[in-house]
């Protein structure tokens, strides 16, 4: 298996431009989160898909960031319009099943650099 | 809520050193508990795991053992390599409606010099 796979794997962008982020989870996993890497407060939690759907959305920061699952296979990390502060590492995670145990762990994708100029 | 308490980096080491990186938890129940390990530029990769207290999860030579009496899981490894050089990250699965996601520690820098 080729693992989850997101893209791309460095962004630069100016303030104010939308910037997507992608991510294909595992096939067969029904659970799909995005978390957000800084220095200043580790990894925190964006968002978390099951079977498609929202679940918990709580994490996103402000109104400018939007998530997508429009398949099993698909999902994107939108922020429009970006701003400097939201330079960071944005990993996709995938998981099988709604509960994370010993047996149904969450693998990571090698995550997204974004710098926002 | 649930959380994760990891001990400050960086961490420097020797090669052939003795790691110990502190990790406690606050949780309800008894979550199943991971280590994480991130390479440099690279995603979180599971390194080793435990569902009960007085598990001990291992691999490549990185142990924890799951202390239900003062919630911890610290990791240690009796020598390490340059190769080891990572952040690592203690987590447990957190409960909502149904649901679970992974609550990280904020990761532990470890550098092991020649």
């Known amino acids: 298996d080729a693992g989850v796979i997101q893209s791309p794997r460095h962004e630069v962008t100016e303030m104010g431009q939308e910037v997507t982020l992608r991510c294909k989870p595992i096939?067969?996993?029904?659970?799909l989160f995005w978390y957000r890497q800084t220095m200043m407060r580790g990894l925190e939690l964006l968002i978390y898909?099951?079977?498609?759907?929202?679940?918990?959305d709580s994490g996103m920061p402000e109104d400018r960031f939007s998530a997508k699952m429009p398949n099993a296979s698909f999902s994107t990390l939108k922020i429009q319009p970006s701003e400097p502060r939201d330079s960071a590492v944005y990993f996709c995670?995938?998981?099988?099943?709604?509960?994370?145990?010993?047996?149904?762990?969450?693998?990571f994708g090698q995550g997204t650099r974004l710098t926002v100029v | 809520g649930d959380s994760v308490t990891q001990m400050e980096g960086p961490v420097t080491l020797s090669e052939e050193a003795f790691l110990t990186i502190n990790c406690t938890y606050t949780?309800?129940?008894?979550?199943?508990l991971f280590w994480y390990v991130q390479y440099p530029g690279e995603g979180l990769q599971l390194l080793l795991k435990?569902?009960?207290?007085?598990d001990k999860g291992s691999n490549k030579g990185f142990e924890a053992t799951y202390r239900k009496e003062t919630t911890s899981f610290h990791l240690e490894k009796g020598s390490v390599q340059v190769s080891d050089s990572a952040v690592y990250f203690c987590?447990?699965?957190?409960?909502?409606?149904?649901?679970?996601?992974?609550?990280f520690g904020k990761g532990t820098m470890l550098l092991v010099s020649p």
């Open positions: 987590a447990l699965p957190s409960m909502n409606s149904g649901y679970s996601t992974l609550t």
């Open positions: 995670a995938s998981s099988l099943g709604r509960k994370i145990t010993v047996n149904t762990e969450a693998f």
């Open positions: 435990a569902t009960k207290a007085d």
């Open positions: 949780a309800t129940g008894y979550p199943s």
């Open positions: 898909f099951n079977n498609n759907v929202p679940i918990d």
């Open positions: 096939s067969g996993h029904n659970s």
